[in-house]
Nanobody, 125 residues
Framework: QVQLVESGGGLVQPGGSLRLSCVVS????????VTWFRQASGKEREFVAA???????YYTEAVKGRFTLSGNSAKTAVYLQMNSLKPEDTAVYYC???????????????????WGQGTQVTVSS
């Protein structure tokens, strides 16, 4: 199975940008849904964005137009470019991947088998 490591988080002013990376070892992300979740303090983990198996991007409404998914050609990394950041984007961001996800379950964190350890994003003035 794949192992995932997130990086790129940090402290940023409102309106600023960060680029998160999800890098895989132990294989590639070929055949996987690759999904970003976030979990704010005291809240449940929520869906942010995902690549389907054919790399079609999906975004939660709260980040549409601000966040953009991309990946490398080797399918060993997925990136989340986050622009126009807001305080409500503050959370630990997690990368998850799973070969068995179907579209109807894409947004449900409990269905993913492979997780990174998370990277903290804090948006504050």
């Amino acid at each position: 199975q794949v192992q995932l490591v997130e990086s790129g988080g940090g402290l940023v002013q409102p309106g600023g940008s960060l680029r998160l990376s999800c890098v895989v070892s132990g294989g590639t992300l070929r055949g996987h849904y690759v999904t970003w979740f976030r979990q704010a303090s005291g809240k449940e983990r929520e869906f942010v964005a995902a690549f389907s198996r054919d790399s079609r991007p999906y975004y939660t409404e709260a980040v549409k137009g601000r966040f953009t998914l991309s990946g490398n050609s080797a399918k060993t990394a997925v990136y989340l470019q986050m622009n126009s950041l807001k305080p409500e984007d503050t959370a630990v961001y997690y990368c998850a991947a799973d070969r068995n996800i179907i579209l109807s379950s894409m947004t449900l964190a409990r269905n993913y088998d492979n997780w990174g350890q998370g990277t903290q994003v804090t948006v504050s003035s």
